[in-house]
Structures are given as structure tokens and as C-alpha cells.
């Protein structure tokens, strides 16, 4: 008995000599997205491209080539992926490596092309005016005019395209994303319109890519006839949140009532180790303790006395966020580290054991900061050289700050002078829960025959003060001088590439 051999489990990659003959006469990339037409000349056009009524479908092509392994059409800019035609589509539209064009192209001409990392710089010279870094604008019934604007948030892109007609009366509003985040189909964004005194406002909804269109007449009722309209935009997740039972609502009832327990009379924080107590037993946190002479419950005086009991009882408890707008939970014994770099919450300049600086305001001003006051610490280009002769007798301490599209990372190097030992950390600016998201690659350059490369690689980890930086070997990498000294002519060079987790 002969049996037919099954395929659809068996991926077959095909050759690059064979890849140069199955092109689209139209965008020139390869027959990898169905459905596939020819013309009877055998011309052939790919799923990507419109085509007309002379071409039909290949539907052999499609079955002979169902189970072949194609390259992303973006392998040029660096993408190494190998997909089946049936996964190809949503791939291509997301792909990290995708080349975008300038979204104001539209209506001035810009010629400007690349990816989502360099997209930010390009706006930020050529079309300052164009960011919508605080997801805010005016609306404009009475003049005709359409616009799109580069819209950054949190830790994704976004274009905003708004248009007027004065001889309709409309405004209209879309949002689009851009980026390679599979979650995004089920984001929604949020369109808020106020009057300036923000007293009256009303709030639409719509999916990422779907068109809001505003009636000027219904807005302007709705909002009491203001001067202005000021409207702003939140990107949301889209999703329902769950039907609590009798039993989830006593549990949360409960665990509120245990929190009211922990919190420290004078700051109203709820309390973390160390934890200290008065004389009659009132416990207060370490940062209150130090201001108050006398116990704020029952005036008795502090000693050294630490409550090891309560610090022990309260680390597995879960804490919210404190501040305002966060709905971040973590344990006890978690919050702290996402308190001190909590996107609603101020911020400090990354760079102060390096510069001194004690600034603090939100994360979202944190780059205008750093250009403004600490720019030669701002590393524009991936390669940094640092002076170093062999016999330095000084420990080198030096801090960074790059940019991984509109995330911001801090570089810390150190060199021992008395072990001889180079020290390289890479910390993720922002939520410290976010940072297992990104990892770091380390190439040291060679300066003398540049024929020799060594590479290291390690995770991304949370902000922390420069003594903290490197005290976990799991947690940054390191090599010893006789390991780099050929690498190294009147300077140690090194390039710091960050990239996302796949």
C-alpha cells in the first residue's frame, strides 16, 4: 500500500537562487503573501499588490509552495525571521524592522525613511512642532485643515491624523499604532474634550486604526458653547473587567481593612522594613521617625526599638502604588523599587551619583532634562571611547544615557584600578517590572589591527544608585585588563546595542 507522505508538519526553506525568480512585478518582493496572480504572459503579482482583471489566480503556485519557508520581507534592515505564506501578513505588518516613511509626507513632501528608532529623531529635527508629547491639542471647527502628528506613548508610537471640513462642520479624529506589539488589537483610545476651564467634558471611544468624526454643533452643546475645545488622547487596554463574587468582594473588604493597620500615622504611606515603634508599642516609618521627637499617637519617645514581628507580617501583603493614577500592586516587599521609578510619580534624574543633580519632575520630561542640562552625557551614537592608559592608578566612573526609540536606558562604567576589572551595567529608566523586557549586548572595539571583535551579553536591570549598580555579578557583566589589552591603543572603545526580548 503506498501512502501519500504529509507535509504540513515539515518546513522547507527556499534556496536564494530560487527566491530571485519568484518576484511581483510590482513591489519587486518575493511571491510570499497569497492570494498570487499571473497573466498569461506568467507575469506574477503578490498578495500585497492591487491587480486587474488580466491576471488570474495561481492557485497551483499557492499549493506547491504552502509549506515553504520564506524570509520577511524586511531580512535588508535586519530581521531574521523564516515564515510560512500563512503567517507572513500579520508578520510584515508588525515586524520591528519595517521601514516607515515620514507621516507628514503627506502634505509637505518629506522624504525621509526608516525604521521606529531613528522615526523620533527625525521628528524631533525636522518636525518638533508635530509631536504630541503631552497627547494634547486644540479643535477646530471653522478652518479647513488636515494634519498628522507623531504621538508617543508610554512605551509605543502612535499617529494622530486630524482633519477639519468648515462647509460640514467636522472634526475627525484617528488614531494608528506603529510598532510590532501583538496586544495592540485590543487597545482602544480615548478622546476627551473640555472646555479650558476643564468644568465640562465628555469622552468618546474607538478602536486603534477606527476614524472618530466630531459634529461642531453637538460638541459645542455638549460643552456649554466654550472659546476653545481642548481634546487630549489615553491609549486603554479593551477589556471588561470581571463579574467579582460575594467572596471576592469580602476579600477585598478585608485586605483593605488590614492595610488601614499599616500605615504610618504622620505620612499616611503604608509601612515598609525598617519599621520602628514608640515606647508603647505605635509603630512609624524610618523617614518619620527622624523628624518626629515624640511618638504622634500617644507622645511617648522612640528608641532604636524595630518592629521585626510587623516587618516580617507585612512582606507578603499586597501594597498599591501610591501615587495618584497607578494601579500597580505588587508585595510589600516589591513596592518600593516600583514606587522610585513609577511612571505617575516624580521622577529623579537618573544621573545624579554621576552629576550631582537632584531634579526630580515626571518621567515624561525626563528626556528634555537630559538634553538641557546633562547632554555630553547623552550618548547620540552607540560607540563610546574612554581614555584608559595601563598603569591609571584612579578608579573611572563614568554614566550614560541611550535611547532605545523613545525608551530611555542608563549605561554605568566602572574600572577598578586595583583589580584590573572593566564593569558595564545597563538600567531600563522607568517601571522596574518592565525592565526584563530589554537586554544588552556589549562589543568591545579593537583600536589597534580592528580585525579582533569579543561580544557579551546580560539583562536589563531596574534604576539604581551607582554603589547598587554592581553588586550582583547576574546582573551586569565585566572583563579583567589582560583580557581587552590588545583591544585597547590610549582607549578602551565600546559599543552598547539595547534590544527588546523576542
Given at each position: ?16 537562487s ?38 488570474t ?6 499549493y506547491?509552495?504552502?509549506?515553504q ?22 508578520h ?6 519595517k ?38 491639542f486644540?479643535?477646530?471647527?471653522v ?10 506613548f ?15 462642520e ?12 501583538p ?14 476651564n476643564?468644568?465640562?467634558?465628555f469622552?468618546?471611544?474607538?478602536k486603534i486604526g ?7 454643533r ?6 456649554n ?37 499599616v ?9 515598609v522594613?525598617?519599621?520602628?515603634q514608640c ?12 523628624t518626629?521627637?515624640n ?8 528608641n ?12 507578603n ?9 497607578c494601579k ?7 513596592i ?11 521622577f529623579?534624574?537618573p544621573l ?9 519632575f ?9 538634553k538641557?542640562?546633562?547632554?555630553e552625557s547623552l ?5 563610546l571611547?574612554?581614555?584608559?592608559d ?16 523613545l525608551?530611555?536606558?542608563k ?6 584600578s ?14 522596574a ?16 589591527e580592528k580585525?579582533?571583535?569579543m561580544y557579551?551579553k546580560?539583562n536589563?536591570?531596574?534604576?539604581c ?38
Open positions: 500500500m503506498v501512502t501519500t507522505p504529509d507535509f504540513t508538519n515539515t518546513l522547507f526553506f527556499v534556496q536564494q530560487t527566491l530571485e525568480k519568484l518576484r511581483c512585478i510590482q513591489c519587486r518582493n518575493v511571491l510570499s503573501v497569497f492570494p498570487v496572480y499571473r497573466n498569461p504572459k506568467g507575469d506574477a503579482i503578490c498578495g500585497r499588490c492591487p491587480t486587474d482583471s488580466t491576471f489566480r495561481d492557485q497551483l503556485y499557492e506547491a509552495v504552502e509549506f519557508n520564506f524570509p520577511c520581507i524586511n531580512r535588508k534592515y535586519g530581521c531574521l525571521e523564516n515564515l510560512l505564506p500563512s503567517y507572513m501578513p500579520v510584515e505588518k508588525k515586524c520591528k524592522y521601514m516607515h516613511v515620514c507621516p507628514t509626507r503627506i502634505y509637505n513632501n518629506c522624504l525621509w525613511e526608516g525604521n521606529l528608532e531613528y522615526l523620533v529623531k527625525h521628528f524631533e529635527k525636522e518636525h518638533p512642532t508635530f509631536i504630541l508629547n503631552d497627547c494634547r486644540e479643535v477646530d471647527f478652518n479647513n485643515h488636515s494634519e498628522q502628528y507623531l504621538m508617543p508610554s512605551e509605543d508610537l502612535y499617529v494622530v491624523t486630524r482633519e477639519a471640513k468648515s462647509a460640514e467636522t472634526f475627525s479624529v484617528q488614531v494608528k499604532y506603529l510598532g510590532s506589539n496586544d495592540v488589537d485590543h487597545y482602544n483610545y480615548e478622546l476627551t474634550l473640555q472646555s479650558p476643564r468644568v465640562d467634558q469622552t468618546l471611544k474607538e477606527a476614524q472618530l468624526i466630531l459634529q461642531g453637538i460638541v459645542e452643546e455638549k460643552l458653547n466654550p472659546i476653545t475645545i481642548i481634546a487630549s488622547i489615553a491609549i486603554k487596554q479593551d477589556s471588561k473587567s470581571p463579574t467579582h463574587s460575594q467572596e471576592e468582594y469580602i476579600e477585598e473588604e478585608y485586605e483593605t481593612e488590614n492595610l488601614k493597620e500605615e504610618c500615622p504622620v505620612c499616611m504611606y503604608y509601612l522594613p525598617p519599621i520602628y515606647e508603647t508599642g505605635h509603630s512609624i516609618c524610618k523617614d518619620c521617625k527622624e518626629q521627637k511618638c504622634p499617637t500617644c507622645h511617648a519617645s522612640f532604636r526599638t524595630q518592629n521585626f514581628t510587623l516587618e516580617k507580617l507585612i512582606l501583603m499586597t501594597y498599591p502604588c501610591r501615587h495618584f493614577g500597580y500592586k505588587t508585595q510589600a516587599r516589591n518600593k523599587k516600583h514606587e522610585a521609578t513609577c511612571l505617575f510619580g516624580p529623579t534624574c545624579k551619583d554621576f552629576e550631582h543633580c537632584s531634579a526630580k515626571p518621567l515624561s520630561k525626563l528626556f528634555e532634562h537630559i538641557s542640562e546633562h547632554y550618548l547620540e551614537f552607540d560607540t571611547s574612554i581614555p584608559f595601563s598603569s591609571l592608578k584612579d578608579n573611572i566612573e563614568e554614566g550614560y544615557i541611550l535611547r532605545y526609540g525608551l530611555l536606558f549605561l554605568s562604567f566602572v574600572y577598578k586595583e583589580e584590573k576589572k572593566f564593569q558595564w551595567a545597563v538600567h531600563f529608566v522607568g517601571p517590572e518592565e525592565c526584563i523586557k530589554y537586554q544588552f549586548e556589549l562589543e568591545i572595539v579593537d583600536c589597534n580585525i579582533r571583535r557579551l546580560s536589563c536591570t531596574p534604576l544608585d551607582k554603589n547598587d549598580a554592581f553588586g550582583d555579578e547576574s546582573e551586569y557583566v565585566y572583563l579583567h585588563y589582560n583580557q581587552v589589552a590588545k583591544f585597547i591603543k590610549n582607549q578602551l572603545m565600546f559599543r552598547v546595542l539595547i534590544n527588546q526580548k523576542q
